[in-house]
């Protein structure tokens, strides 16, 4: 299993994980909603325009110099000293090895480290079992169950 890092998503990074980018039916309650992914270029510039904003930093999952799938923390408050992980991998290719734990784990040391944070918050769709024991392998503790979600916490 070859190292995995994570850096600063840039537009160029963006467009080469989207370029091979598989949509998960595992994030989707509703399925009549689920659609395969196709790239598109204008749609992948507005999807990262959208992101850059203070409360959100997102990263690219990089293995062998590409990128293999995005971490956001997003909802960053700077008074709260929290955020919130989101997480998808680029496709199937790159689930089930490993990395998505070690990018979990990545992350939070992300969040604390260089963003000064002191609390990871993340949460996922009750069907959403894999996720949830990744989050947990990853050191998340479960805090509740509410609403069609499961909810878990990292502190500091
Ligand atoms: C969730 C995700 C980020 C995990 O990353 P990953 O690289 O696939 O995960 P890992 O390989 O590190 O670990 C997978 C673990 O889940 C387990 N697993 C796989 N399918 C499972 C299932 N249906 N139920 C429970 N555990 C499952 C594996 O056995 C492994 O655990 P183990 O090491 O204890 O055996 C990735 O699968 C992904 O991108 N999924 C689609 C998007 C998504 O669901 N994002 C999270 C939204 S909340």
Redesign the pocket.
Known sequence: MGEISLCIMTRELCHELFRNWEN?P??YTDMALFKAYQYDEDAVNRYFDTKQNPSRVLLAIMKDGAPI?EIQLKQIDRERRECTL????QNNT????????CAERLAVQYAFETLDLSAVNAD?IIK????Q??LE?AGFRFIKEENGFKYYRYER
């Open positions: 998960d595992a994030i799938g989101s997480i998808h991998m790159f689930k089930g090895c490993g990395y998505g734990t996922t959403n079992k894999r996720s024991h990744v392998k």
